[in-house]
């Protein structure tokens, strides 16, 4: 394989959890995300992080590809001034409601249109959803090896990707050959801050729904312009995206809460997990 890979990462725009507010969900259940600050998801910044350290040892590009609305250009602005070569926003009114399979659904018609790629690198799960689905499923689509769970890329060589990949108590080495897809998982790097000579020029980079009329030409000669994709541009039906092409359907969300007095500890010895699974037994749960 000649020398220079071309890396995408994929990455979220989601709300920051972290910080309290006065209605965090509302009144269905879900997330009331205009309350919260976005941020770039941070298990996203861990696989662009990867994808920048790549590009330093083995050269090539890093393009950056957001599926959200017109506010997660903000997330790709972000990207750019931390070090990534290109972005392209994918946003379409079409696609609100699309679950994980629909998401990669149209992430894979995304990579279709991109053309040749060597490594594509995900987050292994976001901060709102936490299924960790969007990624396999990608790859599924794509039809593209995965090496899920990553904690330490160590190698790249031959044409084949050597990872480290993270289980609950264990450890594996995994490889596997280019093309393939990654799944990263927060705390296998530090990412780094945004770069103030890169910050300069890209903090007045716009998608095109950001701004409007002669604008965007302005934009595009000065090299300012985020590329943005819509259903029509990528040949997603309704059909497929949005609510329609969502398989998953969620009956309801409830905001949970375990006072002190509900916890019960659980030795981790052998008595203990025989204790635990009579009182799941007790209570029919299992």
């Not at 009331?32 to 600050?37: G, K, L, Q, V």
């Not at 794509?142 to 108590?169: C, F, K, W, Y």
């Amino acid at each position: 394989m000649a020398e220079g890979l071309r890396i995408v990462v994929c990455v979220k725009q989601v709300p920051d959890l972290s910080v309290k507010v006065a209605e965090p969900l509302r009144s269905n259940g879900t997330i009331n995300r205009a309350a919260f600050p976005a941020i770039i998801n941070p298990d996203d910044l861990c696989a662009l992080e990867m994808g920048l350290l790549i590009r330093e040892v083995r050269g090539g590009r890093v393009k950056v590809v957001s599926m959200g609305p017109p506010t997660a250009a903000e997330a790709l602005r972000d990207c750019l001034c931390r070090g990534a070569d290109e972005a392209i926003l994918i946003c379409d009114s079409r696609f609100a409601g699309s679950d994980t399979f629909a998401t990669a659904v149209i992430l894979a018609a995304a990579m279709r249109r991109i053309g040749s790629v060597d490594l594509i690198l995900c987050g292994r799960q976001t901060a709102d959803g936490d299924t960790g689905q969007v990624g396999p499923e990608l790859a599924g689509l794509l039809g593209l090896p995965q090496i899920t769970r990553i904690s330490e890329l160590m190698s790249i060589e031959r044409g084949h990707v050597l990872a480290r990949r993270n289980l609950d108590e264990s450890t594996q080495i995994v490889e596997a050959p280019l093309p393939c897809l990654l799944t990263v998982n927060r705390g296998a790097n530090l990412p780094r801050i945004q770069n103030a000579r890169l910050t300069g020029r890209f903090k007045k980079a716009r998608a095109p729904s950001e701004v409007q009329g002669q604008g965007i030409e302005q934009l595009r000669q000065k090299g300012l312009l985020i590329e943005e994709w819509s259903a029509d541009d990528l040949g997603i039906e309704s059909h497929q995206c949005g609510i329609e092409g969502s398989p998953t359907r969620i009956a309801m969300v409830e905001a949970m809460s375990v006072a002190q007095s509900q916890q019960v500890e659980i030795p981790a010895t052998e008595a203990g997990m025989d204790d635990l699974v009579r009182m799941l037994a007790a209570k029919g749960i299992i």
